[in-house]
Every structure is written in C-alpha cells, then in structure tokens.
C-alpha cells in the first residue's frame, strides 16, 4: 500500500462503517440497475456512470485552488487503460525526451503528446479550446509547467473538471509516473462548503466499490482542515441519482466551564453553613418534640391514676 493511503495525522481515525457503505451502495447500484432497464444500446454501451462521494466541510476554505490534489485509491476508476484517451502537456524543450521514453515503455491510453507553445498556438479561441476539451477523457501536464497552464486551456476546461493532472515527468521514469494516475483520482479546493470526489464507477464490482470510498474518504481527510473532525457529513451519488448518506458526525454538546477554584471554596463553605444551621434546626425541633412527648405521658399517668381511684371507691 502506497504512503497516501495512509491514515490522516489530524483527527478522528476513519470512522466510516463497512456495512454503512455497502448499504448505500447496494441501493445505488440498484437504482442503477433499474434506470438501465429504461435506456437505450446506444447508452448502455457508454462509459459506465461515476460514483462520486459529496464531502460537506465544517470549515469553508478562505480561497479556492485550480491545482487538483491527487488522492490515492486502491483500485483504478478508469477501468482498462485503453478505455481513456489521454493528452500529456509538456514543456516545449522536453518533448523529444519524453517521446522517446514512451517509445521505449508505451503507455497505454495515452494518445497525444502536445507542447505548450503549441497549445497556445493551435488551440487560442474558445472554439479551440472547448473542442480540445471534448477531445480527451483526461489530460495530463508536467508539474513543472502546471502554474503556466490557465490562460492557454480557458475557463471550459475548468467547468468541465478537466484540468489536467501534474505528473512528474522530469525523471526517468516517464511511463511509470503517469501509469500511477489510473489509481488516483482528484479533489479540488472550492470556497464552498462542499466538495465533489469521484472513487469509482457503477461498472465495479461492489467490494472495490466500498474500498475505494473508505480508503479514498480517509486519503481525502487528510487534505482537509482538522481532518475527520472538519467533516460534517458524506454521501454517495451518480450524476442522475439522489445522494445516499453513508457518514454523518455527531453534534458535540457544549461542556460547562470550569469552576474555579475560589468559587469551588466559597460554594464548599456555603454548603458547610447552611449545613450547621440545619443541624441547629433539626436539634431545636427534636427538643421541643421531646418536651411534647413527656407531657403527654405525665398526662396519661396522671388519668389512669385518676380513674384507678375512681375506681375504688365505687368498689
């Protein structure tokens, strides 16, 4: 297991509950089922639907970011690698490098290797651009270019959640850096209170389905504030299909402040006081009580005396 996959150092450990997730993703799988009765060949042979996790933060990033942060899953939300055709964006100087590296090692998937200063060149209107969009299921760039890459690709490619992925292309390892892309996907940082991470698709099977969203919502906590503990909730959904709730934190109950330690004294002596009063109550009581007890028995004495004399001198 990769070094992302890890456990977050800030917050809670995972809390997600396997049968909680599995739940949800059997009543999604289902209603998915149900939805494909209804639809055409033409779309079931489509990709098959994304199954993304909605992330509500308690704490509303200050400012949003364009540069994707790569989250490591345990299995591949691309399928095949033949299934996607992807573009890499290079730096104009390193292009016969890399090309021949991929000569060497092939990438499948990977079907355009384009320059930057041939993107700006070919693709400049909003035309260009937006049919550029559409050209690719993914797009990757080198890391060393990325900060340069907004003007050129236009604001489509960013409503599209098509900004291309950093790789780290500057060492020899070429082919390997962007095979480690099919087993991540991206989580981008929005002033909003939520966030939109795609873990899988509805082609999985459910077991890699359930994993994906445990590991990936743990790897996803530990780019945000606080952790687990900056979460307010998570659920599952397709692009058509209502969300299934599968985490929900607690609401923590506001503890009383602390007593201090004079107010701890004053209210010990209080207690001490009104308990020495009490005392002197309950002894003032007792005594009249007693006093009442005697009377009435010299009384009853005094009767019986008097009728036992009575008594007599009937006799």
Known sequence: MSSGMAAPKRGLRNPLDDAQVRKAVVALKKLMEVQESKQTKQQLLANPPAISCIITRKIVPGKSSLKPIQIDLPHSVLGAANDVEMCLFVKDTDKERIKKALKEEPVPGLAKVMTL????KEFSTFEDKRALAGAYGMFLVDDR?????KTPLGTKFFVKKKQPIPVRISRKEVSAAIRAVFHRTTMFVSTGACTNVKVAHVGMSLDEIVTNIIVGMNNCAAH???????????SIKTPDSVSHPIY????????????SKQTALQKRKLEEEEGQ????ADGTVDGQTERANKKARVGTKATASKSRKKASSKA
Request: net charge positive; charged share 20%; proline share 6%.
């Open 117 to 120: 200063k041939k993107l700006k």
């Open 145 to 149: 270019i990325l900060p340069y890459m």
């Open 224 to 234: 945000i504030s606080k952790g687990w503990l900056g979460i307010q909730s998570i």
């Open 248 to 259: 929900n934190a607690l609401a923590k109950t506001a503890a009383l402040p602390a007593m």
């Open 277 to 280: 009063e009490g005392d002197a």
